[in-house]
């Protein structure tokens, strides 16, 4: 459900399968590793995001995101998760 859901976001944003398809492999690293209870929703968004960004050349904004989810987060919400996400992970994207 939480792939197809991040697909379904993903495609209404015209972002590419690839980043998709990488963003997965990025929210699975992230699970592996943090310790802490998170929100796999939020953290599947910033995920999306830093793949986008890490794969495309346009990516969508952090408030495109939260549109796209019915303003689910907010905008702060997404970026510091990115940022966390990205931290946990030592920003081991390849």
Known sequence: ALVDWLSGVGDSLRIS?????????????????????FDIWLAALASLLASAKF???????????NSATDNSYSYDKIVKMEAHLLETINWELL
Do not use: F, T
Request: overall charge positive; glycine content about 0%.
């Open 55 to 65: 794969v495309q050349m346009k990516y969508p904004s952090a408030d495109s995101l």
């Open 17 to 37: 399968n690839q980043a998709i398809h990488h963003a997965v492999l990025v929210l699975d690293l992230y699970a592996s590793r943090e310790k802490q209870r």
